[in-house]
Structure formats: C-alpha cells, structure tokens
C-alpha cells in the first residue's frame, strides 16, 4: 500500500516569497507521482507530474517539483509567489497495482500575504 | 469544454433521506473517479469506472453507498438512509483513455457539498 505524507499543514510566505512544499512517499513499485491544487469552494487542478526521466519537471504557473527517489520525496516549489498561489496543495501517487487510483496526501494549505 | 460537471453544487437533507449526486465526466474521457473530501480524513477514494464498468469500489462504505454510470456521459452516486457523519464534498473526476490515474492526471469537477442534518 503507498502512502503520502504532507508534513506541512501550513505555509505562510509573502508576494514574491519562494517556497517549498514537501511530499514524501512509501512504495517501493513503478509509480506516477503528480501535485494538484484546490482554491476553496473549487474541484482539484492538475499541477504537474513525475513518472521518469528528468528529475525536476515542470509544471504551469510557474511550479515545479523535484523528485528523489533516495529520499521518497517529491518536493513542490515555485521561485517567487504571487497572493493569487493561495490555496491547498495536494500530492498523489498512482500505480497500476492499486487499481490505478490516486492515493493524495493530506494537503498543505499555503497563504501568501501581500 | 465544459470540464467535468457536477449537480448539484450544494445538496442539505435530513438524516434517513436519500441523497442523489450527477457527474457529466468531459467528453470522449473513458473512465470517471468518485472522491469523498473532509476536514478530518481527507480525500478518500470511493469507487471508479473505466468505460462504464465498475473497476474499483474498494473505497465505497459497504451499506447505503452505490455508484453506478449507465451511460458514457454521466455518472450517480447514491447514499441511502443518509447520516451526518455522510456531510462531505463529493468529487467526481474524469480521464482521458490515454491518462488517467496510473498517470497522475485527472479532471475534477467542482464538487458537490452534502450536508446532512
């Protein structure tokens, strides 16, 4: 069974702050790692993913996220934030013999004041 | 596109009633994913399709929850005999044949909040 772990519950930066908000993973198997966000009163959007290949991938906004397979991490991170990246952030781990279901971390909620 | 739609937005019933939620997955998308989100548990898998088949149910509550799509373009989750500790926000998502889950890549609708009193 895979887990994910979202030690932060909350970030708080200012405009123009970089951040880094940390996923951590238990599966030893072939698995997709991907990042969402929610703003509130709203469904999940797709951020970015990770299956294989270039470690750090890109995602839109501005965001990327560097996997470790050494460290089970999978790390989300933007260079200068804008009060509009406000909302929680997810990670999730799928793999095809959990029945190709997202398993999401618990979220951390990020604030960034102006 | 619309993106994935869910109906309704907003659903208060009395507990013992039963509760209806639709999802509209994006068209041409094979498979549809139900996801319950609370405070305290999270986002929890419930129950996903894949071309209108039942795949995966491992996450639904054995009484009173059933999920079924009769057709490529909705989807029904229903709870029975609807209790408060059933308040939540329903997720519905949707993928295309070539992503979904295994890729990490779904489309969620905004949600459907059930709050049962």
């Known amino acids: 069974t895979q887990t994910v772990s979202q030690s932060d519950a909350h970030v708080t930066v200012f405009e123009g702050d970089s951040v880094e908000l940390r996923c951590n993973y238990s599966y030893g198997g072939s698995i997709y790692l991907s990042w969402y966000i929610q703003h509130h009163g709203h469904g999940l959007q797709f951020l970015l993913k990770?299956?294989?290949?270039?470690?750090v991938v890109q995602g839109v906004n501005g965001f990327e996220a560097e996997f470790s397979k050494s460290d089970s991490s999978f790390h989300l991170r933007k260079a200068s934030v804008h009060w509009s990246d406000s909302a929680v952030y997810f990670c999730?781990?799928?793999?095809?013999?959990?029945?190709?279901?997202?398993?999401f971390g618990q979220g951390t909620i990020l604030k960034v004041y102006l | 596109n619309a993106g994935v739609i869910q109906t309704p937005r907003h659903k208060v019933t009395g507990k013992g009633q039963e509760a209806t939620l639709w999802c509209e997955p994006i068209s041409g998308h094979s498979a549809v994913f139900w996801y319950r989100q609370t405070i305290v548990q999270g986002l929890e898998f419930l129950t996903y399709f894949r071309n209108q088949a039942p795949i995966d149910d491992s996450g639904m509550p054995k009484e009173r929850f059933s999920a079924q799509m009769p057709n490529q373009s909705h989807s029904t989750l229903k709870i029975q005999s609807t209790q408060p500790q059933d308040s939540a926000v329903y997720l519905c998502a949707s993928s295309s044949p070539t992503g979904g889950a295994l890729t990490g890549q779904l489309y969620f609708g905004e949600g459907s909040k059930l709050t049962v009193l």
């Open positions: 999730a781990v799928s793999a095809a013999s959990s029945g190709q279901k997202l398993v």
């Open positions: 990770y299956y294989s290949g270039n470690p």
